[in-house]
């Protein structure tokens, strides 16, 4: 005899709904190049509302840096312009928005696109804003210590005498050698992390451990291509803070909006 209980005891054990993970694409330097292409496309395409990302950002920079010789801390400059662009995929979600909307057809304004951020706050991009946050506070505490350690806390009266001591004495080649090695681990943890993991969350209905397990996979299926791009990113955002941060106004934008292209080469798109 079949018991009435059995099909509501079915769907009572039946295990919670776990988001699927998504599938990653191999790429190649020709998808790079593509990408590239399509996120200048995007810039030429909104110049304007583009490069407002662009100004914001470099005049952060520019009041960041003021910021550090009004309080006396000459010895943050440095590693603060080296790990300034950590923070980049956050400020360029706007920028993802737009290539989004732009590859639906889809109509927008200033509004739709300046409030991205705050209309995500039911999903978990503020999430993905903590790991990077996080990552640039130990990027500033591990300075801090290795200052400490290699320097001895050496008192810097000016930013003069700052490059000095670190570029022209053998503890202050010690200082780069061991800071250099230790930014660039860090780097490369938060490049592993969030190259797809933002524009992920921005497009689908995820959680920021899924959108950063997909952003690892890609690197791991991909990592000559990923290293390129990460060696792309790094060298034109550091070139971009020569000219008192302005060279953003433009890089940002561009890298940003092939940023987004790249990810939907990266990931393949969701099922209607």
């Known amino acids: 005899m079949t018991s009435n209980t059995e099909g509501s005891i079915h769907s009572d054990n039946q295990a919670p709904h776990q988001p699927v993970m998504p599938t990653v694409n191999k790429v190649t330097s020709e998808d790079i190049k593509a990408s590239l292409k399509a996120g200048f496309s995007d810039f030429l395409a909104r110049p304007l509302m583009s490069g407002f990302f662009g100004l914001f950002y470099a005049v952060f920079g ?3 840096v003021w910021a550090l010789v009004w309080l006396g801390k000459i010895w943050m400059i440095i590693p603060a ?17 737009m290539s989004r909307r732009m590859q639906k057809d889809e109509s927008f304004g200033w509004s739709e696109i300046l409030t991205v951020i705050a209309n995500q706050r039911k999903r978990e991009m503020g999430w993905m804003a903590f790991v990077t946050l996080f990552i ?15 320097l001895r806390d050496a008192s810097f009266s000016d930013f003069s005498g700052f490059l000095n001591t670190v570029f022209f004495t053998p503890e202050g080649w010690t200082f780069l050698l061991v800071g250099s090695c230790a930014g660039a681990f860090l780097s490369a943890v938060l490049f592993t992390v969030t190259v797809v993991a933002m524009p992920l969350l921005l497009d689908r209905e995820t959680n ?10 890609v690197v791991k ?24 941060f302005l060279g953003l106004i433009f890089t940002l934008p561009i890298l940003g909006h092939t940023t987004w292209h790249l990810y939907q080469r990266a990931v393949v798109p969701a099922e209607a």
């Open 208 to 217: 920021f451990v899924s959108a950063m397990l997909t952003s690892i996979q």
């Open 62 to 64: 520019i009041l960041f």
């Open 136 to 150: 640039f506070w130990v990027w500033a505490y591990q300075v801090r210590l290795w200052l400490a350690i290699i």
């Open 81 to 97: 312009v080296v790990a300034f662009p950590l923070v980049a995929p956050f400020a360029a979600a706007g920028l993802y928005e």
């Open 221 to 244: 299926e991909n990592p000559v291509v990923m290293l390129t791009w990460a060696a792309i990113i790094s060298i034109t955002m550091l070139l971009s803070l020569v000219p008192a």
